[in-house]
């Protein structure tokens, strides 16, 4: 049976998908009957879910998405200063 | 070494085939950018990355073999640009063990629980503190934040994307975290949250 600190070390792992199943429940039989421990997965947990919903603020920018397209030969150039320096 | 050298190593991609290859790169602008934000110091030379990311996409689709990840082929070709124009390669990150990075983020979490800081991601909304703290990181450590944690890839996905060792995708994505987490806990401190009316933990 695993440890409070061995299964701690795989907190990341685990959370991330990167687990041997034999691993995975060696740590789920742990948490499931410790006090300490599942606190400390549900923090991490609820980090990675913002860490992930913070995406949606990264997406590209209008101009680049433009310049882009034009090098694609989906849009016309755009306007101005955003010409790519196409060859 | 060409841009697309990855490009026969990719695994399958799951979109639509009845795009054209331009309708199918342009689908993934919004992951390439991020990337880029992840790899260049600001976002005007992001811009000029993705769009170079672009251009000598454009000039090798010749090389995209039908049915590869698009995706990760731009990230890759994204990545070859990048280091090309820094013209050296930054990686030098010691290996310590990953492990200890786990240890260190749950010994964090219970400082976190004693200051009452520890349920801000449901008290307050910590998405540009993210955004701002990714963009702190150092170089080597935000393109495997933003792969894993934002794109969800696998270590295994990263590690060919990046051309790095699973081992250092860990061991940097672990230390990112935990400095994320720090960051973040600046940023509730500053934003007056936590401290001794939530302190449930004290010393009496």
């Given at each position: 049976m695993l440890d409070c600190r061995a299964t701690v070390r795989r907190l990341w792992d685990y959370l991330d998908h990167e687990l041997t199943p034999a691993e995975v429940k060696e740590v789920n039989e742990h948490l499931a009957r410790c006090e300490l421990c599942p606190p400390h997965f549900e923090f991490e947990r609820a980090f990675l879910a913002a860490v992930r919903k913070a995406r949606e603020e990264r997406g590209a920018s209008a101009a680049v998405c433009d310049r882009v397209r034009y090098i694609l030969g989906l849009s016309a150039a755009p306007t101005s200063d955003q010409n790519p320096q196409h060859e | 070494m060409t841009d697309s050298s990855s490009e026969d190593e990719v695994e399958d991609d799951e979109?639509?085939?009845?795009?054209?290859f331009e309708e199918r790169a342009v689908q993934s602008i919004d992951d390439v950018a991020r990337f880029a934000r992840s790899l260049a110091r600001n976002d005007d030379d992001a811009d000029d990355l993705v769009q170079e990311t672009y251009l000598r996409a454009f000039r090798g689709r010749h090389t995209w073999r039908e049915g590869a990840d698009m995706r990760r082929w731009l990230f890759t070709i994204c990545k070859n640009v990048f280091l090309r124009s820094m013209e050296?390669?930054?990686?030098?990150?010691?290996?310590?063990?990953?492990?200890d990075e786990a240890i260190a983020a749950a010994r964090l979490h219970n400082e976190m629980v004693q200051a009452g800081e520890a349920d801000l991601f449901d008290r307050i909304d910590v998405g540009p503190a993210i955004v701002s703290a990714i963009h702190d990181l150092p170089p080597v450590y935000r393109p495997v934040v933003v792969l894993v944690?934002?794109?969800?890839?696998n270590y295994e996905d990263a590690a060919a994307a990046l051309e790095i060792p699973v081992g250092t995708v860990r061991s940097r994505l672990f230390r990112a975290r935990r400095q994320l987490q720090e960051a973040l806990r600046e940023h509730a401190r500053d934003a007056g949250f936590g401290g001794a009316r939530l302190n449930l933990g004290g010393s009496a």
């Open positions: - | 979109s639509p085939t009845d795009c054209t050296r390669k930054r990686d030098v990150v010691s290996l310590d063990d990953a492990g944690d934002m794109e969800g890839y």
